[in-house]
Protein backbone atom coordinates (compact mmCIF):
# COMPACT_ATOMS: atom_id res chain seq x y z
CA UNK A 1 0.00 0.00 0.00
CA UNK A 2 1.77 3.36 -1.02
CA UNK A 3 1.94 5.60 1.45
CA UNK A 4 0.30 9.27 1.40
CA UNK A 5 2.19 12.54 2.21
CA UNK A 6 1.40 15.88 2.77
CA UNK A 7 3.62 19.15 2.95
CA UNK A 8 2.58 21.24 6.30
CA UNK A 9 3.50 24.76 7.15
CA UNK A 10 5.30 24.93 10.60
CA UNK A 11 3.97 28.53 10.92
CA UNK A 12 0.32 28.53 10.10
CA UNK A 13 -0.60 24.80 9.88
CA UNK A 14 -1.26 25.51 6.26
CA UNK A 15 -1.56 21.98 4.00
CA UNK A 16 -0.58 21.50 0.83
CA UNK A 17 -0.38 17.96 -1.53
CA UNK A 18 3.05 19.15 -2.79
CA UNK A 19 6.22 21.10 -1.26
CA UNK A 20 6.27 24.62 -2.20
CA UNK A 21 9.36 27.55 -1.31
CA UNK A 22 6.83 29.83 0.20
CA UNK A 23 3.57 29.13 1.93
CA UNK A 24 0.40 30.61 0.34
CA UNK A 25 -1.03 31.01 3.70
CA UNK A 26 1.45 32.96 6.15
CA UNK A 27 3.82 33.88 3.64
CA UNK A 28 6.96 32.05 5.30
CA UNK A 29 9.75 31.07 2.95
CA UNK A 30 10.74 27.31 3.68
CA UNK A 31 8.14 26.49 6.30
CA UNK A 32 6.57 23.76 4.50
CA UNK A 33 7.85 20.12 5.60
CA UNK A 34 6.41 17.06 4.45
CA UNK A 35 4.44 14.39 6.95
CA UNK A 36 2.64 10.72 6.23
CA UNK A 37 -0.91 11.53 6.20
CA UNK A 38 -2.14 9.15 9.22
CA UNK A 39 -5.98 9.15 10.75
CA UNK A 40 -7.46 11.77 12.32
CA UNK A 41 -7.40 12.54 15.60
CA UNK A 42 -7.70 9.59 17.97
CA UNK A 43 -11.05 8.91 19.16
CA UNK A 44 -13.16 11.76 17.21
CA UNK A 45 -17.06 11.26 17.02
CA UNK A 46 -19.42 12.58 15.40
CA UNK A 47 -21.81 14.35 17.39
CA UNK A 48 -25.97 13.99 16.16
CA UNK A 49 -28.27 16.85 17.05
CA UNK A 50 -26.58 18.69 20.07
CA UNK A 51 -27.37 21.16 22.28
CA UNK A 52 -29.53 24.02 20.71
CA UNK A 53 -28.02 27.84 21.23
CA UNK A 54 -29.31 29.71 23.83
CA UNK A 55 -29.54 33.22 24.93
CA UNK A 56 -26.66 34.65 26.98
CA UNK A 57 -27.95 35.73 29.65
CA UNK A 58 -29.46 32.39 30.33
CA UNK A 59 -25.95 30.53 31.11
CA UNK A 60 -25.62 29.82 34.39
CA UNK A 61 -23.17 31.84 35.91
CA UNK A 62 -20.20 30.31 37.80
CA UNK A 63 -17.63 31.46 40.16
CA UNK A 64 -14.12 31.79 39.14
CA UNK A 65 -12.01 28.87 40.97
CA UNK A 66 -8.30 29.13 40.09
CA UNK A 67 -5.71 26.29 42.45
CA UNK A 68 -2.76 28.67 43.49
CA UNK A 69 0.12 27.17 42.63
CA UNK A 70 1.90 27.85 45.86
CA UNK A 71 4.97 29.90 43.57
CA UNK A 72 3.96 33.76 43.95
CA UNK A 73 5.46 35.09 40.87
CA UNK A 74 4.14 31.76 38.52
CA UNK A 75 0.55 32.54 40.39
CA UNK A 76 0.80 36.43 39.39
CA UNK A 77 1.62 35.64 35.36
CA UNK A 78 -1.71 33.00 35.76
CA UNK A 79 -3.68 35.95 36.93
CA UNK A 80 -3.86 34.25 40.47
CA UNK A 81 -3.42 30.22 39.87
CA UNK A 82 -4.31 27.21 37.80
CA UNK A 83 -7.66 27.00 36.29
CA UNK A 84 -8.84 23.90 36.39
CA UNK A 85 -9.11 21.69 33.23
CA UNK A 86 -6.86 24.13 31.37
CA UNK A 87 -3.73 23.45 29.22
CA UNK A 88 -0.60 25.59 29.71
CA UNK A 89 2.38 25.68 27.32
CA UNK A 90 5.59 26.89 28.77
CA UNK A 91 8.87 27.86 26.41
CA UNK A 92 12.37 28.55 26.71
CA UNK A 93 15.75 28.35 25.47
CA UNK A 94 17.45 24.82 26.57
CA UNK A 95 19.01 24.62 30.03
CA UNK A 96 17.16 28.24 31.16
CA UNK A 97 15.60 26.49 33.93
CA UNK A 98 11.87 24.95 32.39
CA UNK A 99 12.26 21.67 34.01
CA UNK A 100 13.36 23.07 37.48
CA UNK A 101 10.49 25.53 37.36
CA UNK A 102 7.79 23.01 36.51
CA UNK A 103 9.37 20.79 39.45
CA UNK A 104 9.04 23.29 41.72
CA UNK A 105 5.47 23.89 40.93
CA UNK A 106 4.98 20.22 40.79
CA UNK A 107 6.63 20.09 44.43
CA UNK A 108 3.96 22.91 45.97
CA UNK A 109 0.89 21.23 44.11
CA UNK A 110 2.30 17.62 46.02
CA UNK A 111 2.05 18.72 49.25
CA UNK A 112 -2.03 18.84 49.28
CA UNK A 113 -2.65 16.93 45.76
CA UNK A 114 -1.51 14.20 43.61
CA UNK A 115 0.68 15.17 40.77
CA UNK A 116 2.21 13.49 38.02
CA UNK A 117 4.98 14.46 36.43
CA UNK A 118 5.46 12.86 32.62
CA UNK A 119 9.13 13.23 31.37
CA UNK A 120 10.18 11.94 27.77
CA UNK A 121 13.86 13.28 28.04
CA UNK A 122 14.88 11.96 31.50
CA UNK A 123 14.84 8.96 33.56
CA UNK A 124 13.47 8.55 36.93
CA UNK A 125 16.81 8.46 38.48
CA UNK A 126 17.94 11.98 36.71
CA UNK A 127 14.99 13.59 37.77
CA UNK A 128 15.19 12.61 41.63
CA UNK A 129 18.82 13.69 41.30
CA UNK A 130 17.13 16.87 40.46
CA UNK A 131 14.33 16.60 43.08
CA UNK A 132 16.96 15.78 45.50
CA UNK A 133 19.16 19.16 44.93
CA UNK A 134 15.88 21.53 44.96
CA UNK A 135 14.13 19.82 48.01
CA UNK A 136 11.11 19.14 45.93
CA UNK A 137 10.81 15.48 47.43
CA UNK A 138 6.80 14.58 48.26
CA UNK A 139 4.99 11.28 48.45
CA UNK A 140 2.16 13.14 46.26
CA UNK A 141 4.61 14.14 43.50
CA UNK A 142 4.34 10.72 41.25
CA UNK A 143 7.31 10.29 38.22
CA UNK A 144 6.65 7.88 34.94
CA UNK A 145 9.85 8.20 31.72
CA UNK A 146 7.01 7.47 29.02
CA UNK A 147 6.79 9.26 25.49
CA UNK A 148 3.65 7.45 24.27
CA UNK A 149 0.02 9.58 24.55
CA UNK A 150 -2.25 6.04 25.00
CA UNK A 151 0.19 5.45 27.78
CA UNK A 152 0.42 8.93 29.32
CA UNK A 153 -3.63 9.05 28.31
CA UNK A 154 -4.43 6.12 30.57
CA UNK A 155 -1.88 6.75 33.87
CA UNK A 156 -4.00 10.08 33.39
CA UNK A 157 -7.43 9.24 34.03
CA UNK A 158 -6.46 6.02 35.97
CA UNK A 159 -4.17 8.05 38.78
CA UNK A 160 -6.54 11.62 38.14
CA UNK A 161 -3.85 13.88 39.29
CA UNK A 162 -4.85 17.15 39.99
CA UNK A 163 -2.13 18.44 38.17
CA UNK A 164 0.18 17.16 34.63
CA UNK A 165 3.55 18.09 33.98
CA UNK A 166 4.25 16.82 30.20
CA UNK A 167 8.31 17.12 29.60
CA UNK A 168 8.26 17.86 26.84
CA UNK A 169 5.11 18.27 23.68
CA UNK A 170 8.39 17.55 21.07
CA UNK A 171 9.18 14.27 22.68
CA UNK A 172 5.82 12.11 23.02
CA UNK A 173 4.57 10.54 20.14
CA UNK A 174 1.29 9.52 19.42
CA UNK A 175 1.54 6.31 17.11
CA UNK A 176 -1.66 6.56 15.04
CA UNK A 177 0.68 9.18 13.29
CA UNK A 178 3.00 8.11 10.80
CA UNK A 179 5.96 10.49 11.34
CA UNK A 180 8.87 11.08 13.77
CA UNK A 181 8.46 12.97 17.24
CA UNK A 182 8.72 16.51 17.25
CA UNK A 183 7.48 16.97 13.76
CA UNK A 184 4.15 18.73 12.96
CA UNK A 185 1.67 16.21 12.32
CA UNK A 186 3.28 14.58 15.98
CA UNK A 187 3.61 17.55 17.94
CA UNK A 188 -0.76 19.05 16.34
CA UNK A 189 -1.90 15.75 16.97
CA UNK A 190 -0.24 15.22 20.62
CA UNK A 191 -1.18 18.95 21.98
CA UNK A 192 -4.80 18.34 20.38
CA UNK A 193 -4.90 15.05 22.33
CA UNK A 194 -3.44 16.72 25.48
CA UNK A 195 -6.45 19.54 25.32
CA UNK A 196 -9.32 16.40 25.11
CA UNK A 197 -8.00 14.93 28.34
CA UNK A 198 -7.66 18.09 30.20
CA UNK A 199 -11.00 19.64 29.31
CA UNK A 200 -12.42 15.87 30.22
CA UNK A 201 -11.41 14.89 32.91
CA UNK A 202 -10.41 18.32 34.66
CA UNK A 203 -7.15 17.83 34.91
CA UNK A 204 -4.76 20.97 34.00
CA UNK A 205 -1.63 20.07 32.49
CA UNK A 206 1.37 21.97 31.81
CA UNK A 207 3.29 21.07 28.78
CA UNK A 208 7.06 22.20 28.46
CA UNK A 209 7.93 23.34 24.52
CA UNK A 210 11.48 23.80 22.95
CA UNK A 211 12.28 27.00 21.18
CA UNK A 212 13.83 27.37 17.75
CA UNK A 213 17.38 29.68 17.64
CA UNK A 214 14.72 32.46 16.56
CA UNK A 215 13.43 32.30 20.09
CA UNK A 216 10.09 31.35 18.83
CA UNK A 217 8.12 27.86 20.03
CA UNK A 218 9.11 24.76 17.95
CA UNK A 219 6.49 23.11 16.51
CA UNK A 220 3.26 24.34 14.21
CA UNK A 221 2.20 28.13 15.22
CA UNK A 222 -0.94 26.30 15.70
CA UNK A 223 0.28 24.80 18.90
CA UNK A 224 -0.17 28.60 20.08
CA UNK A 225 -3.41 28.34 19.05
CA UNK A 226 -4.86 24.93 20.53
CA UNK A 227 -3.49 25.93 24.62
CA UNK A 228 -5.28 28.17 26.98
CA UNK A 229 -2.14 29.72 28.19
CA UNK A 230 1.15 30.18 26.30
CA UNK A 231 4.09 31.30 29.12
CA UNK A 232 7.88 32.10 28.24
CA UNK A 233 10.90 32.40 30.24
CA UNK A 234 13.65 34.16 29.63
CA UNK A 235 16.45 35.50 30.94
CA UNK A 236 20.66 35.64 29.44
CA UNK A 237 22.09 32.31 30.27
CA UNK A 238 25.18 34.31 31.91
CA UNK A 239 22.42 36.08 33.83
CA UNK A 240 21.30 34.71 37.00
CA UNK A 241 17.77 36.46 36.43
CA UNK A 242 15.09 34.58 34.67
CA UNK A 243 12.00 36.27 33.44
CA UNK A 244 8.47 34.49 33.42
CA UNK A 245 6.05 36.35 30.61
CA UNK A 246 2.59 35.52 29.38
CA UNK A 247 2.03 36.15 25.78
CA UNK A 248 -1.33 34.39 25.84
CA UNK A 249 -3.67 33.71 28.57
CA UNK A 250 -7.27 33.04 27.82
CA UNK A 251 -8.34 33.62 31.93
CA UNK A 252 -6.36 36.37 32.46
CA UNK A 253 -3.90 39.65 31.27
CA UNK A 254 -1.21 38.86 29.51
CA UNK A 255 0.78 42.14 31.29
CA UNK A 256 2.36 40.96 33.84
CA UNK A 257 5.74 39.03 34.45
CA UNK A 258 7.40 37.17 37.15
CA UNK A 259 10.53 37.61 37.97
CA UNK A 260 13.45 35.02 39.01
CA UNK A 261 16.69 34.06 40.10
CA UNK A 262 18.39 31.01 39.27
CA UNK A 263 20.35 29.85 42.62
CA UNK A 264 21.93 25.95 43.90
CA UNK A 265 18.50 25.40 44.69
CA UNK A 266 16.38 26.35 42.17
CA UNK A 267 14.55 29.31 41.16
CA UNK A 268 14.01 31.84 43.78
CA UNK A 269 11.36 34.34 43.32
CA UNK A 270 12.30 37.95 43.48
CA UNK A 271 9.77 40.11 44.89
CA UNK A 272 11.49 43.22 44.64
CA UNK A 273 13.13 43.44 41.26
CA UNK A 274 14.33 46.74 41.00
CA UNK A 275 16.97 46.31 44.04
CA UNK A 276 18.39 43.16 42.05
CA UNK A 277 18.29 44.88 38.67
CA UNK A 278 20.20 48.16 40.46
CA UNK A 279 22.55 46.46 43.20
CA UNK A 280 25.30 47.66 40.64
CA UNK A 281 24.12 51.04 39.94
CA UNK A 282 27.34 53.59 40.41
CA UNK A 283 26.49 55.90 43.22
CA UNK A 284 28.73 58.79 41.62
CA UNK A 285 27.34 58.88 38.12
CA UNK A 286 28.99 57.38 35.01
CA UNK A 287 28.52 58.94 31.55
CA UNK A 288 26.09 56.74 29.70
CA UNK A 289 24.33 55.16 32.49
CA UNK A 290 20.49 56.20 33.22
CA UNK A 291 17.94 54.74 35.73
CA UNK A 292 14.29 54.13 33.70
CA UNK A 293 11.28 53.11 35.62
CA UNK A 294 9.26 51.07 33.08
CA UNK A 295 5.80 49.03 34.12
CA UNK A 296 5.36 45.62 33.57
CA UNK A 297 1.73 44.55 34.21
CA UNK A 298 0.99 46.18 37.48
CA UNK A 299 4.64 45.58 38.73
CA UNK A 300 7.04 49.05 38.43
CA UNK A 301 11.12 48.02 37.94
CA UNK A 302 13.50 50.26 37.39
CA UNK A 303 16.51 49.33 35.38
CA UNK A 304 19.47 50.48 34.28
CA UNK A 305 20.41 51.59 30.67
CA UNK A 306 23.79 51.84 29.40
CA UNK A 307 24.80 53.08 26.35
CA UNK A 308 28.53 53.52 24.76
CA UNK A 309 28.98 56.35 21.55
CA UNK A 310 31.84 56.39 20.16
CA UNK A 311 33.42 57.41 17.06
CA UNK A 312 33.52 54.95 14.45
CA UNK A 313 36.81 53.85 12.94
CA UNK A 314 36.12 52.94 9.43
CA UNK A 315 33.36 51.58 7.34
CA UNK A 316 29.73 51.49 7.86
CA UNK A 317 28.71 52.99 12.13
CA UNK A 318 27.31 50.22 14.42
CA UNK A 319 24.41 50.12 15.65
CA UNK A 320 24.27 46.96 18.36
CA UNK A 321 21.16 46.49 21.54
CA UNK A 322 20.37 44.34 23.87
CA UNK A 323 17.54 44.32 26.12
CA UNK A 324 15.61 47.67 23.95
CA UNK A 325 14.08 47.36 20.76
CA UNK A 326 16.74 48.26 17.93
CA UNK A 327 13.98 49.86 15.82
CA UNK A 328 13.44 51.82 18.89
CA UNK A 329 17.06 53.09 19.18
CA UNK A 330 17.44 53.72 15.77
CA UNK A 331 14.32 56.23 15.80
CA UNK A 332 15.67 57.87 19.18
CA UNK A 333 18.96 58.39 17.67
CA UNK A 334 17.36 60.23 14.79
CA UNK A 335 15.23 62.38 16.83
CA UNK A 336 18.46 63.53 18.68
CA UNK A 337 20.30 64.47 15.21
CA UNK A 338 17.24 66.34 13.86
CA UNK A 339 15.95 67.98 16.70
CA UNK A 340 19.13 68.16 19.53
CA UNK A 341 21.96 68.95 16.60
CA UNK A 342 24.00 65.82 17.66
CA UNK A 343 26.09 64.36 15.39
CA UNK A 344 25.69 60.54 15.64
CA UNK A 345 25.20 59.84 11.98
CA UNK A 346 29.32 58.49 12.04
CA UNK A 347 29.02 57.19 15.49
CA UNK A 348 29.09 53.56 16.72
CA UNK A 349 26.48 53.51 19.11
CA UNK A 350 25.91 50.27 21.34
CA UNK A 351 22.83 50.11 24.08
CA UNK A 352 21.88 47.95 26.76
CA UNK A 353 19.48 47.02 29.33
CA UNK A 354 21.39 45.59 32.75
CA UNK A 355 20.63 42.30 34.48
CA UNK A 356 18.88 40.37 30.91
CA UNK A 357 15.96 42.15 31.11
CA UNK A 358 13.67 43.03 27.99
CA UNK A 359 12.02 46.16 27.79
CA UNK A 360 9.60 47.20 24.98
CA UNK A 361 7.51 49.83 26.23
CA UNK A 362 8.56 53.38 25.02
CA UNK A 363 8.58 54.58 28.52
CA UNK A 364 12.29 54.15 28.32
CA UNK A 365 12.71 56.26 25.41
CA UNK A 366 13.36 59.09 27.60
CA UNK A 367 16.17 56.83 29.88
CA UNK A 368 17.87 55.62 26.09
CA UNK A 369 17.80 59.50 24.79
CA UNK A 370 19.80 60.63 28.07
CA UNK A 371 22.12 57.60 27.85
CA UNK A 372 23.14 58.44 24.77
CA UNK A 373 23.50 62.00 24.74
CA UNK A 374 25.75 61.58 28.71
CA UNK A 375 28.17 59.28 26.87
CA UNK A 376 28.50 61.50 23.78
CA UNK A 377 28.98 64.35 25.85
CA UNK A 378 30.71 62.30 28.56
CA UNK A 379 28.88 63.94 31.26
CA UNK A 380 27.39 61.52 34.05
CA UNK A 381 23.60 61.99 35.04
CA UNK A 382 22.98 62.30 38.35
CA UNK A 383 22.87 58.67 40.06
CA UNK A 384 19.78 60.20 41.99
CA UNK A 385 17.88 60.52 39.15
CA UNK A 386 15.56 58.47 37.58
CA UNK A 387 13.74 58.52 34.28
CA UNK A 388 9.88 57.41 32.40
CA UNK A 389 9.16 58.92 28.99
CA UNK A 390 8.10 58.70 25.55
CA UNK A 391 9.86 60.32 22.81
CA UNK A 392 8.33 61.54 20.10
CA UNK A 393 8.99 62.02 16.07
CA UNK A 394 8.89 65.85 16.85
CA UNK A 395 11.05 66.19 19.63
CA UNK A 396 7.99 66.08 22.57
CA UNK A 397 7.85 64.61 25.37
CA UNK A 398 4.61 62.31 25.89
CA UNK A 399 3.33 61.27 29.19
CA UNK A 400 3.68 57.40 30.26
CA UNK A 401 0.68 55.51 31.97
CA UNK A 402 1.06 54.49 35.46
CA UNK A 403 3.27 57.62 36.52
CA UNK A 404 2.46 57.69 39.69
CA UNK A 405 3.61 53.90 40.93
CA UNK A 406 6.79 54.80 39.04
CA UNK A 407 7.51 57.31 40.96
CA UNK A 408 6.85 56.14 44.30
CA UNK A 409 8.93 53.26 43.52
CA UNK A 410 11.86 55.48 42.62
CA UNK A 411 11.09 57.46 45.79
CA UNK A 412 11.09 54.05 48.38
CA UNK A 413 14.62 53.21 46.44
CA UNK A 414 15.89 55.95 47.66
CA UNK A 415 16.23 58.16 44.23
CA UNK A 416 16.01 62.02 45.18
CA UNK A 417 14.86 63.45 42.04
CA UNK A 418 12.38 62.24 39.33
CA UNK A 419 11.87 63.50 35.36
CA UNK A 420 8.94 62.82 33.57
CA UNK A 421 6.41 64.61 30.58
CA UNK A 422 4.75 67.80 31.90
CA UNK A 423 1.74 66.11 30.64
CA UNK A 424 1.88 63.48 33.02
CA UNK A 425 -0.58 62.84 35.45
CA UNK A 426 0.71 61.94 39.52
CA UNK A 427 0.23 61.74 43.11
CA UNK A 428 3.14 61.71 45.62
CA UNK A 429 4.23 62.37 48.93
CA UNK A 430 5.41 65.73 49.92
CA UNK A 431 9.09 66.36 49.47
CA UNK A 432 9.55 64.89 46.72
CA UNK A 433 11.21 66.76 43.48
CA UNK A 434 9.48 65.91 40.27
CA UNK A 435 11.04 67.42 37.42
CA UNK A 436 8.71 68.06 34.00
CA UNK A 437 9.69 68.64 30.98
CA UNK A 438 7.80 68.84 27.61
CA UNK A 439 10.11 68.71 24.84
CA UNK A 440 13.42 66.37 24.49
CA UNK A 441 15.73 69.50 24.81
CA UNK A 442 13.79 70.79 27.82
CA UNK A 443 14.33 67.13 29.76
CA UNK A 444 18.33 66.79 29.19
CA UNK A 445 19.02 70.60 29.92
CA UNK A 446 17.03 69.64 33.63
CA UNK A 447 19.10 66.27 33.83
CA UNK A 448 22.62 66.92 32.13
CA UNK A 449 22.58 70.38 32.44
CA UNK A 450 23.27 71.56 29.19
Not at 15 to 31: D, E, K, M, T, V
Not at 259 to 274: A, C, D, H, R, Y
Not at 307 to 320: K, Q, T
Request: glycine share 12%.
Amino acid sequence: MRVKSKFYCRECGYQSARWLGRCPGCGAWNSLVEELSGPPLADRTTVVGGVPPCPVTEVPALEEYRIPTGVGEMDRVLGGGVVPGSLILVGGDPGIGKSTLLLQVAHQFSKQHQVLYVSGEESLRQIRLRADRLGALSAGLLLVSETDTAVIERHLRTVAPLVAIIDSIQTVTNSEVGSAPGSVGQVRECAAQFMRVAKTSGVSVFLVGHVTKEGMLAGPRVLEHIVDTVLYLEGDRHQSFRVLRGVKNRFGSTNEIGIFEMQEKGLVEVTNPSVLFLNQHPSGGVPGAVVAACLEGSRPLLVEIQALVSPAGYGVPRRMTAGVDHNRVALITAVLEKKVGLNLGNCDIYVNAVGGVKLDEPAVDLGIALALVSSFREIPVDSGLAVAGEVGLTGELRPVSGATKRVNEAFKLGFRRFLLSSRSAFHTGAGSEVLQAGTLVDALEMALKL
